[in-house]
């Protein structure tokens, strides 16, 4: 079965900015999306075909797709954004997610 | 305002069955392909079911499939999951999400079941 891989966690300093980045295989030839959850809260989605921001999503955030891997940015980090990001791709008409990167903002 | 608000989770025994609800509301909910994603605790996102629109075609995840089901009622703007012979490893926060295009865009806020004697 197809398998994305996160880092389990990444560290940011307020202001500066975030890269998590999702690896697969092909993952170039695949859309992909990207959710944040907060504690005890259901998942948002803030990135979906790779690059394009929900409505409603700010502008700091951004996706990059190249090769096996894909990356989210988050420029001017908040604390706000503290939170676990999932990507997700879809194979073989079933979805996928990554394990999840925590993201802390200290 | 889109919203899907899910319902039914409990505390169950290993063995026995549970029925989620997903009520839907704010769209045009037979336009859309529904899914089912699970979170154990502490634990990352799984995907579990899927849904096309008019409910003819349905896929499942390996772990739950022959013992969940997945269904709708368009008249009713509800999405369904029945689960049988519930496992331990079943215990999770289950969502409901709305499907479009390849990406999920509004999800509901959740519903647990435990599976514990």
């Known amino acids: 079965s197809y398998e994305l891989t996160q880092p389990p966690s990444v560290s940011v300093s307020p202001g500066q900015t975030a890269s998590i980045t999702c690896s697969g295989d092909?993952?170039?030839?695949?859309?992909v999306s990207w959710y944040q959850q907060k504690p005890g809260q259901s998942p948002v989605m803030v990135i979906y075909?790779?690059?394009k921001r929900p409505s409603g999503i700010p502008e700091r955030f951004s996706g990059s797709n190249s090769g096996n891997t894909v990356t989210l940015t988050i420029s001017g980090t908040q604390a706000l954004d503290e939170a676990d990001y999932y990507c997700?791709?879809?194979?073989?008409?079933?979805?996928?997610f990554g394990g999840g990167t925590k993201l802390t903002v200290l | 305002e889109v919203q899907l608000v899910e319902s039914g989770g409990n505390l169950v025994q290993p063995g026995g069955s549970l029925r989620l609800s997903c009520a839907a509301s704010?769209?045009?909910?037979?336009?859309?392909?529904m899914q089912w994603v699970r979170q154990p605790p502490g634990k990352g996102l799984v995907w579990v079911s899927r849904i096309k629109s008019d409910g003819s075609s349905t896929s499942y995840a390996d772990s739950v499939k022959g013992r969940f089901t997945i269904s709708r009622d368009n008249a009713k703007n509800t999405l369904y999951l029945q689960m049988n012979s519930l496992r331990a490893e079943d215990t999770a926060v289950y969502y409901c999400?709305?499907?479009?295009?390849?990406?999920?865009?509004?999800w509901g806020q959740g519903n647990l079941v435990t599976v514990s004697s």
């Open positions: 997700q791709v879809w194979d073989n008409s079933t979805v996928v």
């Open positions: 999400a709305r499907e479009s295009s390849s990406w999920l865009d509004y």
């Open positions: 092909n993952l170039g030839y695949k859309y």
């Open positions: 704010g769209f045009t909910f037979s336009t859309h392909w």
């Open positions: 075909q790779d690059t």
